[in-house]
């Protein structure tokens, strides 16, 4: 071997050198499961022990005494030569399988389909005999099966990953595809509130509807939450916010459910403002979730408390802000404490579910204060004693707070010419028929192509524009009624999704307001009132 | 024990040397440009040690521990902490992955990371220094910081210094920063800076020659 340093080079005799003595090969031959294989300073093989033989299928006495370089051709100088160098100058080396794969190709185990080679990890170390270096040790360890096993772990992390994430897709869609018939159904309540019919069993069998349609959309919206977390997709508009202020938003939301079980609600909440870095609607859903949750899992006439307060952290510095909400309702096991938070996990799987739910809520109830860069904590002594959640957020020191404008329910808005676009007729139909009761001209359409023509050539005042449409997406339309000079006129998106960002789409279409089916009838008028008045 | 800004230079010099070794090899092992760069170099003593790393890494840590002998001998470490250590496994493995726990073919990467970068750093002090030091097979410890700084006192009443050499791993437009750690008796800690005193004049004698 050319490269190899000259002979007799000596280490220090003080403190011993490191490294194994070449006496010692034999007995470790028989304790050991790994590949021996010894040469002396010209790499010239000086040992192999049985494995070594038994996976080359040679006899020692058919090895020893060739050059490593010549037995085994993938020791080039290209690769492994140099830990053999390194090993001549008393330094010891570890190859890995990840990053070398094997040292030395041999047939895999007979149960290993996998890999064409023997997968391994080696060591090359000194061989020190009397004070010097008297050549190298090789150690092989076969790693196949464990290297199989990881990796067919990995490609279960991997599928599993992706199953998760068709998952998500799929409850986006499934939420989205429950939005259009919705939008219709709360499109023909509206007018039949407007038609005037006083008779009491079709106003009963109205608010019916009313209520159950109330209650899908929620699950709907629940739906899309989630899968907007799981996919990293919920964006968050943090601005500095009275905590108080939020919890009246929860509490006026939560209320008709607290009453609908006749509890007793108290609510403390201090007189100083409490601010937080946060986005307002989602703290409030969060809150109300919580108070949800308590009115839901709390037997009729119970008792539900919602205190907002300031505290120090544990390190006794950071001062948060607190929101807790206690009942004394169900319980919770302690047992199954931990997996409160869990998605789609419901404690009350085995009872008669007459609360129903999906176990979204404190699942959403978590990630919304995670997200907040908060914490979220159960309580509770035991079954059938009541629990406790106890909202945790940093508390903002020197800020105003920001306020939100209430939408005006009393808000009427003069006749427009309304141009409704809809591949869902039902959807489209109800929409125009509730815009006509109020006095607005509309026509509808349900085509692309259609839209554009009709648009251009009644210069429509509003356009309600569904997003996904045939042919042409809603952003296509909306962008060549921009380009053909509709410039005055007030175009409003519809989608099934919650977001821009959930429909894929990532474009400004110029769009003056997105909506989400069903559409807000007092949102919308709130909307055009605004678009219309600042013209 | 502190050492002097021209002791402290030498030592950033030889390392800066065996860094950019490390690198070229982890770059031809894994056909990625990796850098490798020394934010900072001092020397404490051991009982100091705990907080001086404390600097870059906390909580668990993920060790690989080399033991060299010679004319001066003592305990080499790679000091990264967990995330650390599992990022820059992913890094230099390609894995599709992120990790969050090192299993046991990660452990092996890093083990081998830690032994070209200690092995590279001892044989560019061996070689510059002209002496010459023999090493043990590295080993991965995954403990506390605290109980790794324990283990070096444990059993022992000889004095030791600690030099730490801050390395910050450069892969693919990210980074992760971890810990070369010497931990030397104080006898051969006074050689080593004899030795290190030594190149160093002898590299100024030369600069001044020219």
Redesign the interface.
Known sequence: MNDAPSSNTT??SR?????LSSALLTDLDIVADWGLLATDRDLKITFVNSWLERQTDRTADSLLGHSLLEIFASVTPDNQLNYYR?AL???????????HNFLIPLPPPATQTRFEFMQQ?C?I??L?DAGEISGTLTIIED?TE??AY?TEL?ER??AL?EADQHKDEFLAMLAHELRNPLAPISNAVQILRMSGLNNPMVEAARDVIERQVVHMVRLVDDLLDVSRVSRGKIQLQKLPIDLCAVARQAIETSRPLIDSHRHHFEVVLPNELVLVEGDFVRLAQLISNLLNNAAKYTDPEGQISLFVETSYGSDHRTEQAIVRVCDNGRGIDPSLRDRLFTLFYQADRNLDRSEGGLGIGLALVKSLADLHGGTIQAESPGRGLGSEFILRLPLLKNAMPMTLAKPDSSLTIQPLKFLVVDDNTDSAESMAQLLRADGHTVSTTYDAHKAIEIALQERSAVILLDLGLPELTGYEVCRILRQSGLSESCIIAMSGYASKQDDGVDEEAAFDAHFLKPVDYERLKNVLNEHFQSR | MILTNDQQDAVTELVNIAFSRTAAALSDLTGDRVELNVPEVFACPIDQLQSALAKYVSGDVATVHQIFGGAVSGDAFLLLDVEGAAKLVQLLAKGDVPIQQLGSSDREVLAEIGNILLNASLGVFGDLLQVRFTFAVPRLQLESLGAMVASLTMGTVEIRHALLVGARFVIRASNVTGCLVLVLGVTSFELFIAEVDAWAKGMMGEGDNE
């Not at chain 1, 403190?15 to 490294?19: D, F, V």
């Not at chain 1, 100058?89 to 990053?99: D, I, K």
């Open positions: 280490v220090p403190p011993a050198p490191i490294g390194q100058e008393g330094r010891t080396a570890v190859l890995s399988q990840r990053l990890t060591r170390i000194p020190i790693v464990r290297v990881e990995r992390v991997t990953r």
